[in-house]
């Protein structure tokens, strides 16, 4: 007699991935594969009338339907022409004219399963139509029925948040901002993600960070955002609590002979105002210790080397080639934004269906989200004449220490103290 085994896989592609077909642990005579709708299992049902099988294997029985009264309708019909369902993910069996005393507790568990199912479901619905994910919409933002709007009385206190980042490149200094003049209280960890939040940026986000480009009107644009985000991976690379410090060399110094960052110390004279700044190592192992060094002669050497080899730096950039990344970035997103706006006419013809071409277009515009968050990350094509404009002495005594320590850290990786028996020098080292 000879053994006929068929196998029925079903996948929600909103949901999840589409299941292997040739993993089943056995030798298969047919797979039957269902991707949304389960036309595969109605043809399944048909061809066992006519050339009946002897197994059925499934992952989990809850493929079978979307509500726990179809699943056990069509274990039924199926079990009824003779055929053991063997669920592989699952304690289930079926054998002849017997249910598995186990029926009753799988079943339950499907009924929660397709429960949870069906929020996921209506949640994946709202991300085909780029609606707004479950939870309060962030400050700055109401929440409406098909997207975000903007709250016209909070948003301007997120706007300035931003904008108090950009000049000064300080977390913390623009949460104790927002504090001083709006009374708006919030932590430097929720100013952390006001930084790093997609909404702000007129994007949503949805589970496994998917991000939708463009669902809503912005608080901050494109370029702001790129310039808050190399803000951030600079300041990644600064010792604690440095970035918001208020010297612009503060974070940057380091001691070539100990290998130790440096403090800045501050010291004043009895009966006097003037003060003294110097550049002390943090945690010097040398005997005796490195000596400390007036903070305004390393900040003068400093503005004298960025200005005499910064646009030297500048120069040897292959700009031809990031001009060329830039380009192949800017053609792929034009390639997707034009298969994107094809998709109605497809469905009209009827060559898509509507949630085919939903989920389409889902997938298109996260693939865009991706290219444009890669295009963000390049550093700005106008670099070589902002290099000639901070190259003058002058520009960089003419800033306070805030500004100066925006453009410092703009450029400036890291400046090496190098000792010598009676002097010093600096070594600056750029990003770039």
């Not at 889902?362 to 550093?379: D, G």
């Amino acid at each position: 007699m000879v053994v006929k085994i068929i196998a029925y896989s079903y996948s929600n592609p909103l949901l999840e991935p589409a299941a292997d077909v040739n993993d089943w642990g056995w030798e298969v005579d047919r797979v039957y594969q269902d991707l949304g709708k389960r036309t595969q299992l109605q043809k399944l049902i048909i061809d066992c009338k006519t050339e009946p099988a002897n197994y059925l294997l499934i992952h989990r029985l809850e493929e079978l339907g979307d509500t726990l009264e179809e699943v056990s309708d069509r274990l039924h019909e199926i079990e009824a022409m003779g055929i053991i369902i063997i669920a592989t993910e699952q304690p289930y069996t079926s054998e002849k004219s017997h249910i598995s005393s186990d029926l009753w507790t799988l079943l339950q568990e499907i009924q929660r399963q397709q429960h949870s199912r069906s929020i996921r479901q209506a949640h994946a619905s709202n991300r085909l139509q780029a609606s707004p994910p479950p939870g309060k919409a962030p400050y700055g933002y109401r929440r409406s029925k098909e997207k975000y709007t903007i709250d016209r009385s909070t948003s301007p206190v997120v706007k300035d948040f931003f904008e108090h980042f950009l000049l000064y490149a300080s977390l913390r200094g623009a949460v104790r901002h927002l504090a001083k003049k709006y009374g708006k209280k919030i932590s430097v960890t929720t100013g952390r993600r006001w930084l790093t939040n997609p909404v702000y940026r007129g994007d949503t986000a949805y589970q496994h960070e998917q991000i939708i480009s463009d669902t809503h009107i912005p608080i901050i644009s494109r370029e702001e955002a790129a310039q808050i985000d190399r803000i951030l991976r600079r300041n990644s690379r600064l010792p604690s609590r440095t970035a918001s410090a208020p010297r612009s060399l503060a974070g940057l110094v380091v001691c070539s002979q100990c290998q130790s960052h440096t403090t800045i110390t501050r010291v004043t004279r009895p009966y006097q105002d003037k003060e003294y700044l110097y550049l002390r190592p943090i945690s010097c192992n040398q005997l005796p210790k490195c000596r400390a060094i007036p903070y305004q002669e390393v900040l003068e050497q400093t503005i004298k080397i960025v200005c005499r080899d910064l646009p030297l730096a500048v120069a040897g950039m292959d700009f031809p080639q990031l001009n060329t990344i830039k380009n192949s970035l800017g053609q792929a997103i034009a390639r997707q934004q034009e298969i994107l706006q094809q998709l109605p006419a497809l469905v009209e013809t009827g060559i898509l269906d509507d949630e085919t071409a939903k989920l389409r277009a889902y997938k298109l515009r996260t693939e865009i989200s991706q290219l444009q968050a890669k295009l963000a990350t390049l550093p700005p094509v106008n670099l070589r004449s902002v290099a000639q404009a901070v190259s003058i002495p002058q520009f960089w005594f003419d800033l306070s220490e805030a500004e100066r320590r925006f453009y410092f850290r703009e450029f400036i990786k890291q400046i090496e103290i190098i000792r010598q028996e009676k002097a010093w020098q600096l070594r600056v080292i750029f990003i770039f």
